[in-house]
């Protein structure tokens, strides 16, 4: 599933081809795809809406429109890209918007391809009806080592499904977490409610490090669903089983968490 860095690279992608278009028609090939509102509504409510904006909260996508909000979750195989308008469907499109010309530009259409059916899509007038029960962004001045302590000593739960859950924090998927988690030397496992005031505070430095440099390498490409970033390649933990940890050299170790496959080193991630 793209977590935060690999939906920040398609929104900074996207950004500089949407900003000032207008939608056209929506076209809404795979009803499931659709949460709300109806397909019919979708269609007329969305048509002559221009973009002013495309932003991401937590893994949605948000296009900010004249007068609704579109946001899109990829979750497992989903992808938005940009295609002629005179192409024609594929297999996996499930949501097709077309597009105002743009300057040099022809009507083009926004798609959205996924080929598991698991991506959903909202068209609301609020973007708290979609995003109201996210917890902080991760990037953002406002989550603080503070912030992450009183949140962790306000909950007794392990601190990797507790990473997971995006209501405590927005962004963080499986990868993350575990490179996250083993740069600030602690186990998976650890009671929340344990954590010390300067393990979270490493905890915090952590977090915003692998998010910083998952961005920068364009996000981690390890499926077929995903493509063009490089992070893949500097995982300290993620994947990586049986094989040596680049900090002390023990063997890897994969165990099940939260039933998730976490990846962890038992030297420099002791359970104490």
């Keep these: 599933m793209p977590e935060l860095p690999e939906v920040e690279t398609i929104v900074r992608a996207l950004r500089p081809k949407l900003i000032g278009r207008t939608i056209l028609a929506a076209d809404l090939l795979w ?38 909000n579109l946001f899109v979750h990829l979750r497992m195989s989903g992808d938005l890209y940009i295609k002629e308008a005179d192409a024609l469907p594929e297999k996996h499109d ?22 598991r059916k698991f991506g959903r899509a909202w068209l609301v007038r609020e973007p708290q009806e979609v995003t109201g ?59 929340s409610n344990s954590i010390k005031r ?28 995903y493509r063009g970033g490089q992070f893949q390649n500097h995982f300290r933990v993620y994947g990586r089983e049986g094989q040596t940890c680049p900090v002390c050299g023990t063997t890897i170790q994969r165990t099940v968490v939260g039933q998730r496959g976490t990846h962890f080193c038992p030297v420099c991630q002791p359970r104490e």
């Design 94 to 115: 499930r949501l097709i918007l077309t597009l105002s010309p743009n300057g040099q530009a022809k009507a083009q259409k926004l798609v959205f391809d996924d080929a």
């Design 31 to 68: 009803p499931r795809t659709l949460v709300t509102p109806s397909a019919s509504q979708l269609q007329e409510a969305i048509a002559g809406q221009d973009i002013l904006a495309v932003a991401r909260r937590g893994k949605l996508i948000h296009l900010r429109l004249s007068t609704f």
């Design 198 to 225: 300067e393990q979270a505070e490493a905890l915090w430095e952590a977090i915003r490090a692998v998010l910083q440099e998952g961005i920068r390498r364009n996000g981690a490409s390890i499926d077929w669903v």
């Design 133 to 191: 029960k996210l917890g902080p962004e991760p990037l953002e001045d406002g989550f603080t080592p503070q912030s992450l302590y009183a949140g962790l000593q306000a909950r007794r739960r392990q601190l990797k499904p507790l990473l997971l859950d995006q209501s405590f924090l927005a962004g963080l998927g499986n990868i993350y977490t575990d490179e996250a988690l083993h740069r600030a030397r602690l186990h998976p496992q650890a009671m």
